[in-house]
């Protein structure tokens, strides 16, 4: 799965992708960068951290999530996308919008990231047609108010890989080029923690050529998983450590990326997962 893909760093291990939640309300970091020169700072520090690009969003898409309006998303994030690239910073796009990843692309975003998979807005694909720029379709099912509802699989991995392969020829047809394309399994979203963790001890079968990125982050799942003796599930931010474990499966499975809220830690693990890998091939780490 690890794969180059144009116009972004290409390092010869699993990217690193630092969120950037420019939003009030985002699961585990609502308010943290909400203000654009915090945003900024922040966004840089990651990339001092090892970032190799910075994930900007204004929508949050925890459960429960109502949407804001086109307006005040980009209102969010275009300035932040503008001050980053003008500063040299790889930016990418986190937007279930068009008209939001047409103005970040022409604010200098190098990367657009939907977590609907061009479900949300028809119009994406069209709109990232001729942008030049890679497309990230993730899995979704429905919007953060019910998406629950639809966890419901007989062969989650399967099932998430033949969803994909949909998307991926819907918005080829729009005029996508392939090349461009990543895809995501959408950990979380609409899937219980089973079906998160099948993902990713499968993640290899979910694509033949596609490059995969995997957001595992500060997912409700491994709260659920490190529920202390009183019953009560980790909080998000006390998760960082098991989103590290999933990092280094995820690129030792040849994930291309992995998106994090915290990134030293995770950069260190990619590069572990990398000298891994190279031994395996009998090459110098």
Request: aromatic share 4%; proline share 6%; charged share 25%.
């Amino acid at each position: 799965m690890t794969s180059a893909v144009p116009g972004l760093p290409a390092p010869g291990r699993c990217l690193v992708m630092g969120v950037v939640n420019v939003t009030p309300d985002s699961f585990s970091d609502g308010g943290a960068w909400f203000d654009p020169d915090k945003a900024i700072r922040h966004a840089h520090d990651l990339v001092h951290e090892g970032a190799d690009l910075v994930d900007v969003g204004g929508e949050s898409t925890r459960p429960g999530a109502q949407r804001v309006s086109l307006d005040e998303e980009l209102r969010r994030v275009v300035p932040v996308i503008e001050a980053l690239a003008a500063d040299g910073v790889p930016v990418s796009v986190d937007t279930m919008r068009a008209e939001v990843a047409e103005a970040a692309v022409a604010a200098g975003a190098r990367l657009v990231n939907d977590v609907s998979g061009g479900l949300a807005d028809p119009a994406m694909g069209r709109a990232l047609a001729g942008a030049g720029v890679p497309y990230v379709v993730m899995h979704w099912r429905g919007h953060s108010h019910d998406m629950y509802r639809r966890a419901e699989y007989d062969d989650v991995v399967r099932e998430v890989r033949d969803e994909l392969a949909a998307r991926v020829d819907e918005v080829v047809a729009q005029g996508v080029d392939p090349s461009m394309i990543v895809l995501d399994p959408g950990l979380g979203f609409a899937k219980k923690a089973p079906h998160n963790w099948t993902l990713i001890a499968r993640l290899g079968e979910l694509s033949d050529d596609l490059p995969v990125l995997v957001g595992a982050s500060r997912k409700r799942f491994l709260g659920r998983l490190l529920t202390g003796p009183d019953g009560q599930a980790r909080p998000f931010t006390d998760c960082d450590d098991a989103t590290v474990a999933v990092t280094a499966l995820a690129a030792a499975a040849g994930a291309w990326c992995v998106r994090v809220h915290r990134v030293r830690p995770n950069a260190d693990a990619v590069r572990v997962a990398a000298a891994v890998r190279a031994a395996e091939r009998g090459e110098d780490a």
